[in-house]
């Protein structure tokens, strides 16, 4: 007699890299500085600071997780012109 263990399936959880810190590197489709990350559709989708305002309430229906990176708009790498 043979038993078939039914196990539970554990559902792994997809890790998108929500903890990422979006670099000058991650553009929106304007080519702008990317400071937001939307998961929707199962993609990443990546939002400047206008475009995600812009659609914004869509978005907020759409998406699983948001990653609000905007605080960094304000954080300049220092710079080290002495004008
Ligand atoms: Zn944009």
Do not use: W
């Not at 553009?27 to 998961?39: E, H, W």
């Amino acid at each position: 007699m043979s038993t078939t263990t039914t196990e539970v399936l554990e559902k792994e959880i997809e890790t998108h890299e929500f903890h990422k810190e979006l670099t000058v590197a991650d553009r929106c489709d304007c080519n702008a500085q990317a400071f937001f990350i939307v998961v929707a559709y199962g993609q990443d989708l990546y939002y400047c600071n206008h475009h995600f305002r812009k659609y914004e309430t869509k978005l907020r229906e759409v998406s699983t997780y948001i990653s609000d990176q905007s605080d960094k708009i304000n954080v300049k790498p220092s710079q080290s012109s002495p004008d």
